[in-house]
């Protein structure tokens, strides 16, 4: 399954070109030049998964970094099991969890920063548990507290939504260390970063990411329309609605907590494990994993918080947690029935999701090899490409330009186009200079002919490579 998630994958061209500009560039921000026409050349996101991609990988980044950072965690999460004296067979249960969760094998399956963030996150907290463990040296202590820092300045410096996270959950875990030291700790962690990365970088990065929460308030609903379809000048905005990731009604709100719950089944026997046994985790595992899904529903189903990203995707941050929740639990039959019943309901969610990401249209078919060959022996020139996923793939294995952005700040640049289209193409083909057209007939099977009659090109020029349409805009 992982192959094919990983073949569906989109931010991995993103990261390709980043890494690159990281590789050959020094200081911040670098710059992705000639890429994207509708997004600042300086790059706005957190650098240091870029700098990582580049600078310590290279050309092999595409395959083995996230599984580094993944075993890396798996380690870490191994450590902190032994340390608090798991029983052998429980602690393989947590470990076995935690490899199997669905939502980890499908982010992890292609170039993410998610789980260096989250890797971050959770040396962080962990440091901070064992500095309030009682009896320990204040030396060690202040050790432990003065690292956490620094691993909170680097998740400032990799993941929005994982710091995000962090500042949602601080009230609740600072609660449950009752410790000074856990806002403190933040306040260097963000003082860290800035002087790592400094003062003008940490505030165009904040500004990025301030453009990106603003453009998402107003456009949510469209997240995930078709970007013609349900345009009011191209389609009808009032057609079916049900494949946008917010669906309207009762059928979208299912959606979610479906989407939620095969993530990562196992967590939902969790809870009932305590309430048959009367055993609960500590106080700080309670805020950190039912803090992380408290987060995801609000962000899932309270309007003025769907801007924050896709609600669902912070279940990436709850597995760890969860895992070390077993860590808490009797073994006894009912518990390690209502395990196995975690066990298979994961099973299920995997098959469903293996399932579902083979049907998915993906940009590698042949269909697709064949265009970008023939692209690639053009002369360099500005390419717009439908669906916008593809145009990653072109921007990365090409050297065209293409009709699109959306990794970092500029988001204003795409008002109109992006999610839906609410202006005529042809003003963004003429503003930005098209060049050429690219599209899948099976995406926008009227296409041509709608294109033909808002006098962008000439259907007679179409250049067809199976359902991908290529043609050179009129002059």
């Known amino acids: 399954m992982t192959r094919a998630a990983s073949s569906s994958a989109v931010d991995q061209y993103y990261w390709l070109l980043a890494a690159r500009a990281y590789r050959e560039q020094r200081g911040l921000p670098v710059r992705i030049r000639g890429k994207y026409l509708m997004e600042d050349e300086a790059q706005a996101y957190p650098p240091l998964f870029g ?45 076995g969890f935690y490899a199997v969760a669905p939502v980890l094998v499908v982010y992890n399956a292609q170039l993410t920063p998610r789980i260096l963030g989250d890797f971050f996150l959770l040396v962080a907290m962990a440091l901070q548990v064992a500095a309030v463990v009682p009896g320990m040296p204040m030396q060690v202590g202040w050790f432990c507290w003065a690292i956490s820092a620094c691993m909170l300045a680097l998740m400032v410096m990799t993941h929005k939504m994982t710091l995000q996270l962090h500042l949602v959950l601080l009230p609740w875990w600072w609660w449950a260390l009752k410790a000074w030291q856990v806002p403190v700790a933040t306040i260097v962690g963000f003082a860290i970063f800035t002087f790592i990365v400094g003062v003008r970088f940490a505030a165009y990065q904040f500004r990025a990411h301030w453009d990106i929460v603003t453009f998402w308030d107003k456009h949510w609903r469209n997240l995930g329309a078709h970007q013609f379809n349900h345009s009011p000048v191209y389609g009808d905005p009032s057609s079916d609605r049900s494949a946008c990731f917010h669906a309207p009604g009762w059928r979208g709100g299912l959606k979610h907590l479906r989407i939620v719950v095969s993530y990562a089944p196992f967590s939902l026997v969790l809870p009932v494990c305590s309430m048959v046994s009367g055993a609960w985790p500590p106080a700080w595992i309670l805020v950190w994993f039912g803090g992380v899904y408290c987060w995801a529903l609000l962000t899932l189903f309270v309007k003025p918080l769907k801007c924050l990203g896709g609600g669902h995707l912070y279940v990436f941050n709850a597995i760890v947690p969860a895992a070390l929740y077993i860590a808490y639990l009797p073994q006894t039959t009912a518990v390690g029935a209502l395990l196995t019943i975690g066990a298979v309901l994961t099973v299920v969610s995997l098959v469903m999701a293996w399932r579902i990401i083979g049907a998915r249209p993906i940009a590698r078919g042949n269909d697709f090899e064949e265009a970008i060959q023939y692209i690639g022996s053009l002369p360099r ?32 640049k795409m008002e109109g186009f992006f999610p839906v289209l609410t202006k005529p193409l042809s003003n963004y083909v003429d503003m930005h200079r098209v060049a050429w057209i690219l599209w899948n007939s099976a995406y926008w099977p009227d296409g041509g002919v709608r294109m033909e009659n808002e006098g962008i090109i000439e259907q007679s020029a179409v250049i067809e490579f199976g359902k991908w349409c290529l043609v050179p805009v009129k002059s």
């Open 51 to 95: 700098m990582v991609l580049g600078r310590l990988f290279g050309s092999r980044a595409e395959n083995i970094v996230t599984h580094v950072v993944g075993v890396a965690e798996f380690a870490v999460l191994g450590g902190g099991l032994f340390v608090l004296g798991v029983p052998l067979d429980m602690s393989l249960v947590a470990l």
């Open 381 to 412: 020139a500005h390419l717009a490409v439908f669906p916008l996923q593809s145009a990653e793939a072109v921007a990365a294995r090409t050297h065209h330009a293409v009709l699109w952005g959306g990794h970092g700040f500029g988001f204003a």
